[in-house]
Structure formats: C-alpha cells, structure tokens
C-alpha cells in the first residue's frame, strides 16, 4: 500500500534518539529547550512550549487566554476534532464557521457575516477563534486579524499542518497576527516527534501560563510564588496543571527533524507541483493556492467533479484502496460527528463543508515518495476516474 502520509527517519534521528537513552536525562533535561530553541528560531517567534501532542497544546493555549465556562471558541468544521475539542476541555461552548469554497480553510466572509449577526442579536461574541491552515496553507490572517480588533476575540493558529510554510513572506508560528500558534509532530506531519506538539507566542505572559500548565502548574521560580523561596528544594503549586511534558528522545528526534525542514517542505512542493500537472485535465478540481501563501503541503486534496464520472465518491475511495493506493479523508466535517449531533448541531448547519466532504479525496503525499510511486497513484487515478 502507497500510505497517504508517512514518517521520514533517518541515521542521524536514530543517533540522536539513542545517544539520549544512553545519557542522564529521559525527560526533563536539555533536550526539551534544545528542540524549542529550534522551533523559535525557525518560526521566528519569541517562546517556544514544547508539550507531548498538539492536543494538549491547543488545550493550554485555550486555557492561558482564559478560555473557561461561559465562554465561545470558533473554529472551522474542516479539521481534526482536537481544534474544537479543546475549547470543550475548558468547559466552553464551541461552534463553527463555513469553509472558504477555494482554499477549504475557514472563511473570512463567513465570519465577518456570523460576527456581524451575533452583535446585532446580542449573541455571544467568541472569546477565541481558531483558524486552521488546512493542508499547510495559511488561512487569511490579516483579515482575521483585523476583525479580532473589531469583535475583541483572541486567536489561536492550529498550524499543525504548516510548519515550514509561509504566510506574507513570514513563517507561519511567527504569531504576526495572532496570540498563539501550535504545531503538531505526529508521524504524518512535517515534521515528528512520535507524538508532540508546540505552542509559539510573542507573549511572556502567556508563554509563562502555558509553561506552567504543561507540567502540573508547578513552579520553582520565585518571581511566581506567593510566599519566599524556602531553600533551593522549595517548589510551589501555583495553579491546576497538567502532565503534558514531552521526553527527550522525542525532543532530540525533533532537533534532528528540524534540520530536514527546508529539504521536506521543497520536496513536497515539489511532488505537489506534479500532481497538478499531472491531473489537470482529469475531472477533478485541484488544490488552488492563494497569492501570498506558501503551503507546507501536508496534504494534496482533490476533489471529485461527480457530475463529470460514472462513479461514486465511495467506489474511488474503496478501489483506489484495493487497488493499493492508500487514500484518505480530510476530514468528516466536526459537527457531523455523532458526539457534536449530540450537542445540538444539525447537518444542513455548514453547507460549504459539507459539499466538501461529499467529493473531497487526499491522494498520497510524503517526503520518501518516490517518481514511481507517485506514477502509480497517477495511473491509477485515472483508471478509476475514467473507466
Ligand atoms: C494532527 C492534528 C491535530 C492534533 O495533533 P496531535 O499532535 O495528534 O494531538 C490538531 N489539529 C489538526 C488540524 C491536526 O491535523
């Protein structure tokens, strides 16, 4: 089977993992800060809180800007669940806005028209709003940006497909238009740790709360204390954290990761770049890229122009799959999940997104693809599509 996403490791990753089993520290040692620092560095912002999934990340940065009871958190339906789950872990309410019909990330004509609506009917306002760049492509920030001004609501960047990828000339996780941006390092992604995820921020204070709640909300720094250090075995508990420290093996394989950044991110621009040639005149309607952006390309959708074919959505998906060719689905609209029907949200709610999940496909995209196999998906793409 050709994977839809896959894991690049290499000598060097395996070095660096097992040169930190042989050393001091499994966790909570130098590693942590050595991976961060590339992560700052790389992204161009000033703090860097590396934490054991992007999950956990989402639910510290919901946290550190008070996300709490009584509160809204927006996000797009087109994510992974964890972008809407983490404002329900702070026991907020969550709801969403419409994908943008082009690039498939969140809307900024639909915000703008659900804000509009909630002021003029004194309905709740978000607290944080949670674009995510879909794919690696960065939604429109600015404009998003500009409207947190207007409506005052915070912004947290589910980047966990775009490190390496750049937004107005910038790094995406720069935090130029908004408060927070998490990376995640599962094996599909960029970039891994195994498991892993990071929250970047050009805020101290929110750096300092988001450090605090990644392990236990325990501190032995006295500027943080509420009574005088009491020897150097002194430590306080200064608020309800959580355990969410990533190890040092995951650390040092994602320093060594960081290195490849640049090589993994060209590469698959560049197989991106293939398949649009090599499927422009199949019926389906390619990915479209927005001036300013440049995608880390986690992820080549297509969608299906069913109109145009014989055939369901359903029936490519499973021959593509018998035929070994490892295709998926990014992703079953949130609010269709059975656990959000449970809260109220109905189908009909999200049209955008759910015309999109009707045709959507993710066909085969990893560093380690080779020509050929990439041939093979093409091939058989076209069987399937055409016969
Ligand atoms: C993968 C992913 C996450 C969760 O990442 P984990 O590191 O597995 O917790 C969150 N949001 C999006 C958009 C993702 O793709």
Redesign the pocket.
């Known amino acids: 089977m050709i994977p839809y996403g896959k894991q690049d490791i290499n000598a060097e990753d395996i070095e660096a993992v097992l040169n930190v089993l042989q050393s001091e520290f499994l966790t909570q040692g130098p590693q942590i800060p050595h991976f961060e620092n590339s992560i700052k560095k790389a992204v161009k912002a000033q703090y860097a809180i590396a934490v054991n999934?992007?999950?956990?990340?989402?639910h510290i940065a919901c946290l550190a800007l008070g996300v709490g009871k009584g509160d809204v958190v927006w996000t797009t339906p087109i994510?992974?669940v964890?972008?809407a789950n983490c404002a329900l872990y702070c026991g907020a309410s969550i709801d969403f806005v419409d994908i943008d019909a082009d690039t498939y990330n969140l809307s900024v004509f639909h915000l703008q028209k659900k804000l509009q609506h909630a002021r003029l009917n004194h309905l709740s306002l978000p607290k944080v709003v949670i674009p995510?760049h879909?794919c690696g492509q960065s939604c429109a920030m600015q404009e998003i940006y500009q409207l947190s001004q207007e409506y005052d609501f915070s912004i947290i960047e589910?980047a966990?497909?775009s490190i390496g990828g750049r937004y107005l000339d910038r790094s995406i996780g720069g935090c130029q238009y908004s408060d927070i941006s998490?990376f995640?390092?599962?094996p599909?992604?960029i970039v891994t740790t195994a498991?892993?995820?990071v929250a970047t921020t050009n805020n101290a204070s929110l750096a300092q709360k988001m450090t605090l709640l990644r392990s236990h909300g325990i501190t032995r720094d006295p500027l943080l204390m509420s009574t005088t250090k009491e020897g150097d075995c002194y430590y306080e508990q200064v608020c309800l954290g959580f355990n969410y420290r990533m190890t040092e093996m995951q650390a040092a394989l994602g320093v060594s990761q960081m290195r490849r950044l640049a090589s993994f991110v060209t590469l698959r621009n560049k197989l991106a770049k293939r398949y649009d040639h090599a499927l422009q005149d199949l019926p389906v309607q390619l990915p479209q890229q927005m001036q300013g952006t440049y995608s880390s390309r986690?992820l080549y959708i297509i969608r299906l122009q069913l109109d145009k074919i014989q055939i369901t959505q359903k029936e490519v998906f499973s021959l593509l799959r018998e035929k070994g060719i490892g295709v998926n689905l990014h992703y079953i609209p949130i609010h269709l999940q059975p656990y959000y029907q449970r809260l109220g949200f109905l189908s009909g709610q999200f049209p955008h997104a759910e015309s999109y999940y009707k045709n959507a496909l993710s066909l085969p995209l990893y560093h380690g693809m080779t020509k050929a196999q990439q041939d093979v998906v093409i091939v058989t793409l076209k069987e399937v599509l055409l016969s």
């Open positions: 999934s992007a999950t956990s990340a989402l994510s992974f964890a972008s995510v879909l589910d966990s497909h998490i995640s390092f599962h599909v992604k498991e892993g995820g986690h």
